[in-house]
């Protein structure tokens, strides 16, 4: 038999070879639908919010900023697999922090950024430091305690909140018109969901993705679980006050009241609901959250349809996230586990030149249920 | 020697206890045990349905103080039609409906799936709650009528016990033996042991293991609504939510505390937590906290279990 083998002319590799199918190009009309598609979305994203009232403005760039959030909680929960109960405490002190930073030490805008996002990381590394060592459910409550203790506690400091009426924070100068606040947002956007595809580019990035995938499997291929872990929460909390510090100067003044338990669970279902570890996903699923009081008041058939309701009241633009979100949050969990993320990969993979397969819903097992115990 | 080793969750506790009562009597602090004890067996209440779930399914029950909340609602809303009686007896059945409906809906179709898909899951059904209370009650605070209207009947250490207060302690310490009679001497407190354990094994003895969990939950939204009836109107109002964002924390600490897995460590648990609460509430040195500086000290409680004794005083390491 090994005769027959060595006797056998090697065939020329290239010359008899089947003919490897040629990857998929999209004809002329494939590109132009893809381009028209591309400069809608462009569109909507660039020049629909121009020329809009300010308070409408205010509104698209508050969706931008809570895009930031959900990346931020995405790192973490996406990546590493943990979840924060407590991220209003995050963003709310780096609203802080950058509001004080500005109004009482009289510090530039990008400073007072920049600040907001190390003192997020630092609290990270100090909380983190100390409870990451408990994972999961554990970790879970102690971050849900850490938002009541900046609740009831840290936002209660009046040097810090300037008391019961809030601390101002005004636009930074270059900025004060809402439309080019709200081109500020997208750019930091832009930066942040670079940063995130960089990093999970690295070693270190391949390495998050595979401990939450198994830590006793990671950490025998020389993972450095607990490390990673933790530098993933520092991550998380650098961005989440970099969301603080933009929402802070978007509204141009920070109130105590504002950073509850309710916020905390709507950035969490925000995060999910726009499917994890798919970037666009979150960010539109983020701002989705961010713009339900607006929708509602533009569709008033929705309000309508809800007040045939004996006895309801008109659902405010303050409620409805929290009645709406949870039940699209128990719809994801049990019907589509990959959120948004998941149900537009079709279009994204589209878009990015490729065939249009629906059945490509991109990794079967992308699900919050990564989140392990 | 072994009888030290064996029982060193509960020698420690004793000691805790027994440090905590002296320095309060040595410090003047007598009437914040008193109250700490009081709102403490509130804490333990709500922990005592946290330890039942924790131990059946292995999840964070999230949803576990508006279990309470919905049960005050309807306590409410029912009072001005009947009873106090039978609204108490309608309330506690909504907390029952209440949990079932969320273990059908809501933990069943999650029942493969890993255990903090379901905490966010019992979360979400916590904020699905809160957010149809503002929105049909609108945030404001609503009286709520004692099961007893006597205030002063007795009076511990300078601090005057309501009747409300005596029943809640009641209830609990009723409750907690209850219920640990329950699963170590019935079959069905050792089929929902099994369960948690073993389910396949447990199903294989003829068992439903789901029939199990619908059990489970509705006992525990039992405990919740009691939780609420009875400690609510003692803090003279309630408003949406009030349970989860009163309660359910220092509850979860009280659990983690005393041992997520030991129905008498819940008791306890919410019996310190209380106890601590009201010491940081009162005493001078804790002044200079800003807002409520009790807040601080439970977080502060809960990170020094975890990290120094996870598996809490008298629970059993995993």
């Not at chain 1, 909507?44 to 403005?57: K, N, T, Y």
Request: with cysteine.
């Amino acid at each position: 038999m090994a005769v027959d083998v060595e006797e056998r002319p090697a065939a020329p590799p290239s010359a008899e070879a089947p003919a490897r199918p040629q990857p998929f190009r999209p004809s002329i009309l494939g590109w132009i639908l893809r381009l028209v598609v591309w400069a809608g979305v462009a569109w909507v994203v660039l020049v629909f919010p121009l020329g809009r009232e300010a308070f409408e403005v205010q509104q698209y760039a508050q969706a931008v900023i809570y895009g930031i959030i959900g990346l931020s909680l995405n790192v973490l929960l996406g990546y590493v697999g943990q979840i924060s109960l407590g991220h209003q405490a995050f963003v709310g002190i780096g609203a802080f922090t950058a509001a004080y930073a500005v109004s009482e030490q009289g510090q530039s805008v990008w400073v007072a950024v920049a600040v907001a996002a190390a003192v997020g990381g630092l609290q990270a590394l100090i909380l983190g430091g100390a409870s990451l060592r408990i994972t999961g459910l554990y970790f879970a409550l102690v971050t849900l305690a850490y938002g009541l203790v900046a609740e009831r506690n840290i936002f209660q400091i009046e040097e810090l909140t300037g008391g019961g009426q809030g601390q101002p924070a005004p636009k930074p100068n270059g900025f004060e018109s809402d439309w080019r606040y709200y081109y500020l947002c997208l750019a930091f956007l832009a930066v942040i969901m670079w940063i995130d595809w960089r990093m999970m580019r690295t070693k270190s990035g391949r390495a998050m993705l595979a401990l939450r995938e198994n830590p006793r499997v990671a950490s025998t291929f020389g993972v450095n679980v607990k490390l990673l872990q933790l530098f993933a929460f520092v991550v998380s909390g650098a961005f989440a006050g970099v969301g603080g510090a933009l929402l802070a100067f978007n509204d141009t003044f920070v109130s105590p009241e504002t950073w509850d338990f309710n916020l905390a669970l709507i950035f969490v279902i925000m995060t999910v609901v726009g499917g994890l570890r798919s970037r666009v996903g979150v960010v539109i699923g983020s701002a989705f959250f961010a713009l339900i009081g607006y929708l509602l008041d533009k569709f008033t058939f929705i309000q309508d349809g809800l007040n045939a309701i004996p006895g309801a009241p008109d659902l405010t633009p303050e409620i409805a996230p929290l009645v709406i979100g949870p039940i699209l949050l128990l719809l994801t969990l049990v019907f589509f586990p990959g959120g948004i993320g998941q149900q537009i990969r079709p279009i994204q993979r589209w878009l990015g030149g490729k065939r249009f397969d629906l059945k490509d819903r991109g990794l079967k097992e992308v699900q919050i249920s990564d989140v392990r115990a | 020697m072994t009888w030290v080793k064996e029982r060193q969750g509960a020698l420690v506790t004793a000691g805790i206890l027994v440090a905590v009562v002296v320095i309060l009597l040595a410090t003047g602090e007598k009437e914040s045990l008193v109250i700490g004890v009081i709102t403490g067996s509130a804490y333990g209440l709500l922990a005592l349905g946290l330890v039942l779930i924790y131990k059946s399914s292995g999840v964070f029950n999230f949803a576990q103080g508006e279990f309470g909340t919905v049960a005050v609602y309807t306590l409410y809303l029912l009072h001005f039609e009947v009873s106090y009686g039978f609204a108490l007896l309608g309330a506690l059945a909504a907390a029952v409906v209440f949990g079932v409906l969320v273990e059908r809906i809501v933990v069943r179709p999650l029942f493969d799936a890993p255990r903090v898909t379901v905490l966010v899951a019992t979360a979400g059904v916590a904020l699905l709650s809160i957010g149809v209370e503002i929105w049909f009650g609108e945030a404001t605070v609503r009286p709520v009528d004692r099961s007893f209207p006597t205030l002063d009947r007795f009076t511990v250490l300078g601090v005057n016990i309501s009747d409300q207060r005596l029943l809640l302690l009641g209830a609990l310490v009723g409750l907690a033996i209850l219920l640990a009679l329950f699963f170590n001497r019935t079959n069905l407190g050792l089929a929902i042991l099994g369960a948690s354990q073993e389910p396949t094994a447990t199903e294989l003895m003829g068992i439903s293991v789901k029939r199990l969990s619908t059990i489970v939950w509705a006992l525990a939204a039992l405990l919740g609504g009691l939780a609420g009836v009875l400690a609510v109107p003692e803090g003279g109002g309630f408003t949406p939510g009030v349970l989860t964002t009163g309660f359910l924390i220092p509850a979860f600490t009280a659990a983690v505390l005393g041992g997520m897995n030991s129905l008498p460590g819940a008791f306890l648990g919410g019996v310190i937590v209380g106890v601590v609460e009201a010491v940081a509430t009162s005493a001078p040195i804790f002044e200079d906290i800003p807002g409520t500086p009790g807040t601080l000290l439970v977080f502060a409680v809960l990170l020094v279990v975890l990290i120094i004794r996870p598996q809490g005083l008298l629970g059993k390491a995993a």
